[in-house]
């Protein structure tokens, strides 16, 4: 079974379209995390969820709306994409503390979303 | 600001050694991590180091110096298999991780 998984592993679209990308986890994990890669490979945080409430939200465009509709999903729903959309987009997971800190930070990745915006 | 940095590129050879620095600057810190990646993969998961010195772990090894900023990774009998990008990851104050943009570690036989 896999840990961490995300669908669609590709997505091709057009500009201006509207798309989404699941992620589930079945690690029991509480917090869930979205990261964007870009071609020079630096992992960016775009948000985190931590038993359904969002505690990271890092400036990323509204455009950008994530759905948790329990501990175990994270979706990340994309309006009117744009061609710096371009990216992959990694889902991952990490077992946290009671109060919100990790215990060694170890996050678990799913295999990536590879966007491309044309 | 807040900076990892790492060497872009490193090539080495089959059977050797190979040390991959990172230097951070960060507002706090709560231990460095290293992750694996390769070409198209996700990133897995190396090391944590939150105290000073050295963690072995296999032919891998981690070490940090928190007085300096400076952690190293430590890849010994190397492989094929061990061509891969290697990320430095630091947790901040707020238990945020900030992400170098990784060393893409070549090996040749």
């Known amino acids: 079974d896999t840990a961490v998984s995300q669908t669609p592993k590709y997505l091709v679209t057009q500009m201006g379209n509207d798309k989404s990308i699941k992620c589930e986890q079945n690690?029991?994990?509480?917090?869930m995390y979205w990261y964007k890669q870009d071609s020079k490979k630096f992992l960016k945080i775009m948000f985190s969820?931590?038993?359904?409430?969002?505690?990271i939200n890092e400036t990323v465009p509204n455009r950008f709306s994530p759905k948790s509709p329990d501990k175990a999903h994270l979706n990340l729903h994309i309006n009117s994409l744009e061609l710096g959309d371009s990216a992959v987009y990694f889902c991952?997971?990490?077992?946290?503390?009671?109060?919100?800190?990790?215990?060694?930070?170890?996050?678990?990745f799913g295999e990536g979303s590879r966007l491309t915006v044309l | 600001g807040q900076n990892i940095d790492q060497p872009t590129e490193m090539t080495a050879t089959e059977g050797a050694i190979v040390q991959i620095n990172c230097t951070y600057q960060t507002s706090g810190f709560n231990g460095l991590f290293w992750y694996q990646q390769h070409a198209g993969e996700a990133p897995t998961f190396l090391s944590y180091n939150v105290l000073d010195g050295l963690e072995e772990k296999g032919r891998f090894s981690s070490f940090l110096s928190r007085s300096k900023g400076y952690s190293y990774l430590l890849l010994k009998e190397l492989q094929m298999k061990d061509s891969a990008s290697y990320l430095c990851?630091?947790?901040?104050?707020?238990?945020?991780?900030?992400w170098g943009a990784g060393t893409k570690l070549i090996i040749k036989p």
């Open positions: 991952a997971s990490s077992q946290e503390t009671t109060s919100g800190i990790p215990n060694t930070g170890e996050l678990f």
């Open positions: 969820y931590n038993n359904k409430e969002l505690i």
């Open positions: 690690l029991g994990h509480d917090t």
């Open positions: 990851a630091v947790m901040d104050s707020n238990y945020q991780l900030i």
